[in-house]
């Protein structure tokens, strides 16, 4: 088994693992999802007055991943692409990457 296989398999390990960690989390949590007579700016004011926090903290780590993933397929400066995807939107910053190898 070569470096790449073991890393696809230990990969996919962690990401069994952490699926199945995150059904367990849900399955014991003894709450309930109630959404019955709420519209959707109530949902959202809920998130903002009670989650903004968490809500910051998944929107960066986004940001983290797409500008690693940046990083290591393209050659990018990781803390730049970090920046501007900070600033505008992960997605943002795969619409304006151009191919650098074409010069070939």
Do not use: H
């Not at 890393?7 to 019955?36: C, E, P, Q, R, W």
């Amino acid at each position: 088994m070569n470096l790449e296989q073991k890393d696809k398999y230990v990969s996919s390990i962690i990401l069994l693992l952490t699926f199945a960690m995150i059904f367990y989390l849900i399955s014991n949590s003894g709450g309930s999802l109630v959404l019955k007579q709420r519209t959707i700016i109530d949902i959202w004011d809920d998130l903002i007055n009670n989650y903004i926090d968490l809500i910051l903290i998944f929107y960066i780590f986004i940001c983290f991943q797409i500008a690693g993933f940046l990083e290591l397929k393209y050659k990018k400066n990781f803390i730049l692409t970090s920046l501007l995807s900070i600033v505008f939107t992960p997605i943002c910053l795969f619409f304006t990457m151009k191919d650098d190898n074409n010069d070939d």
